[in-house]
């Protein structure tokens, strides 16, 4: 299994980006796929993550904010951000699970599988 992250940029505050997570080597339809984030000397933190029924969770500080979606047939899970902040600088991950049942969707020890990375920063 892989998760191969992408999008991510050095852009300024109130601007949008598009992050990209492709998945390869699963049935992607029967995972749920989330993403979380990791500043600078900080823990990973929840952002957002989508069920395969597409329940979706988005933690307080992004909701309004940012979009998670996927597509089965393309394997890839999206999120949208908007109206960026300086503190949502961090390194974006997306991960997948098989597992996790709806109370999980937020615990990073829910996911199985983890994505390397695509670095958002955002300067004010």
């Known amino acids: 299994v892989q998760l191969q992250a992408s999008g991510g940029g050095l852009v300024q505050a109130g601007d949008s980006l598009r992050l990209s997570c492709v998945a390869s080597g699963m049935t992607f339809s029967r995972y749920t796929t989330g993403w979380f984030r990791q500043a600078p000397g900080k823990e990973r933190e929840f952002v957002a993550a989508?069920?395969?029924?597409?329940?979706?969770r988005y933690s307080d500080s992004v909701k309004g904010r940012f979009t998670i979606s996927r597509d089965n047939a393309k394997s890839t899970v999206w999120l949208g951000v908007n109206s960026l902040k300086p503190e949502d600088t961090a390194v974006y991950y997306c991960?997948?699970?098989?597992?996790?049942?709806?109370?999980?969707?937020?615990?990073?020890?829910?996911?199985?599988?983890w994505g390397q990375g695509t670095l958002v920063t955002v300067s004010s």
């Open positions: 991960a997948a699970t098989a597992t996790a049942i709806l109370s999980s969707m937020n615990d990073p020890g829910a996911y199985s599988y």
């Open positions: 989508i069920r395969w029924n597409r329940t979706i």
